[in-house]
Every structure is written in C-alpha cells, then in structure tokens.
C-alpha cells in the first residue's frame, strides 16, 4: 500500500528472470502489460494469476535482488503457467486510467483478461488467483462474483486494519514504508536497487477505497465459494493478526470450503520480495497442488 499517484518520469523496464516474458492483454477495453512464465512443454497442470499490491507492480512476483525470488520461474518450473498482471492503473493501463479503477471496475477487467488469456494459451485445470495485500483485496471481490477462480492464496491482506494505520489511509506520510517493509534485514542486499519500476504511487480512485476495506469485506465474505488460504508476515504491520482477530475472519468466510491461515516467519509485509519468499511461495504452490489432487479425485471428474 503506498500513497496517491503524483506525476513522475517513466522508469525503465526492470530486467526479467531467464524464461520470464511479457505480455499484453486487450480486456474490458483496457489495455494490460503482464509477465508470463510457461512449463517447458507448454502444457500447464494450471494457471495461476498473480495480483501485485497497491503501489507496486507485475515485477514484484518476479523479484531480481536473488534467484529464489520469482514466482513466475518456481511455478513454471513446478508445471504452473503463472500469468503475473500489472492491474488496472499500473503499467500499460497508467496512461489511459492515471486515476485506476475502484475494485468492482477491477474485478471486470480481470474477468475479462482470464477470459481473453483462455482463448489463446493452454491453462490447465484452471485459474488460481495468488495475491499479495490490495490484489488480495481483487482476489476476494473477483471470487464473490462467482469468476471462476479454483482457489485463492492471499497474503499480506486481512479484514481490519491496524489501529495504527488510521491516518495512513488517507494522508501519506513517511511512516508507510516501515509497514509495508518491516526489518531490512528480512529482504536481499541489492533489493532496494533492484525493485527500480517495480514501487510506484496508487491511482488515486483505488486509494479512496483502501479505508472502506473492513465494510467491503464483510459484505462479500459470505460469497466466497472456493477455498482460500490466508498468510500474514511475522512482521505484518498494516492489518490485525492476532488470534481474535483471524477467528472473527474465518468465521465471516461461511461458504468457503476450506479457509486456512498460516504464518511465514521471517517476513514482512512485502513477502514476495523478502528472503523467505521461495518458502511462501512453495507453500501456496502446495495449496494449489493440493486443490488439484482433490479435483482429480473427485467422483464427478
């Protein structure tokens, strides 16, 4: 989460890991930028659909301060086709939205771009939505609106909001970047010269959602239809986690057939980012592997 956008000088494109490429999409009449990554037989067991936060962008599931940190690389190595989007706002789409889209905007777009994306590659079993803080937010809307998604893996993303964020939701100030980092010492030497294009400000309409969150949650929870898994950092800073709090969660989850919440030590807000990354993105894999074991065994398959 960063503050509202303000006028800046294009960055140029961070590099991208080996096997790594990009990709636009035409989808709701908006024009995406994307990162994807295939299995070497180009035949996908699935396809996951990464959804960066507010204020970063595709590049932060392909992290280039250390090897282990894409995302994109692990999962096509595992036989996922990862298709990592630059939301609406950000990338290609900054020019022709400069101010974003609100949630319910946003969830069309990507309803679209699954569907556009499903027309021209191979996607396996499906789509999985993997999504980290406000993409997590787009996760949870897209799968109450019955999109289709096979499960959700959600982190740095909860239902209230710290008391200490109070004034951060509306007014910038310096204070956010310890909370959407945490310990320097949790992230890789070169990460904060290697992220380059991949930090920039929030479209100013998305940020005028961001206090309205803990309402918009509550009304949709009860709609999510899939399973979904939780992970907040041992170092999370903008949402409540402690055990009263994940409980009046999970319960607001009613019809999701499997609501599970873990923890990644070692970690702050920025998960993906951090040295822990791989083993948070090992273990949401294993959540998806294991979403697929059951499919396959289902009777009705």
């Known amino acids: 989460m960063r503050p509202s956008r303000v006028v800046e000088q294009p960055k140029p494109p961070q590099p991208l890991s080996a096997g790594v490429r990009r990709l ?12 994807l990554a295939e299995p070497p037989d180009g035949r996908p067991r699935a396809t996951v659909v990464a959804l960066h936060g507010g204020g970063m962008s595709a590049g932060y599931f392909d992290g280039q301060a250390h090897p282990d940190l894409s995302l994109l690389t692990l999962g096509a190595r595992l036989g996922f086709t990862v298709l990592a989007v630059d939301r609406p706002g950000y990338g290609l789409s900054a020019e022709q939205l400069p101010g974003g889209q609100t949630l ?3 969830a069309d777009v990507l309803e679209s771009a699954m569907e556009r994306f499903a027309e021209q590659h191979a996607t396996g079993a499906g789509f999985f939505l993997l999504a980290h803080s406000y993409g997590g937010k787009l996760a949870l809307v897209t799968a109450a609106r019955g999109a289709g998604p096979l499960a959700l ?5 909860g239902h209230r909001y710290d008391p200490g964020v109070a004034g951060l939701l509306r007014m910038p100030t310096s204070a956010d970047r310890q909370r959407n980092w945490g310990p320097l010492r949790l992230y890789p030497p070169d990460t904060f010269r ?7 400000p929030m479209p100013e309409r998305e940020a005028a959602e961001v206090a309205r969150w803990p309402g918009t949650f509550d009304e949709l929870a ?3 239809r899939v399973p979904v898994r939780l992970t907040f950092a041992e170092h999370e800073a903008w949402w409540r986690h402690d055990e009263s709090n994940i409980a009046d969660l999970t319960a607001r989850l009613t019809e999701a057939p499997v609501v599970r919440v873990e923890r990644q030590p070692d970690a702050g807000h920025n998960i993906s980012l951090g040295r822990t990354a791989r ?8 959540f998806f592997e294991e979403r697929l074991a059951l499919q396959a065994g289902s009777p009705r398959r």
């Open 24 to 35: 636009t999409l035409q989808a709701g009449g908006v024009t995406l930028s994307c990162l």
């Open 104 to 106: 319910a905007e946003q």
């Open 153 to 157: 893996d959600v982190s740095g993303c």
């Open 194 to 200: 290697s992220i380059g294009s991949t930090v920039v």
């Open 222 to 224: 009860p709609r999510v």
């Open 279 to 286: 083993a948070y993105h090992l273990r949401a894999l294993a």
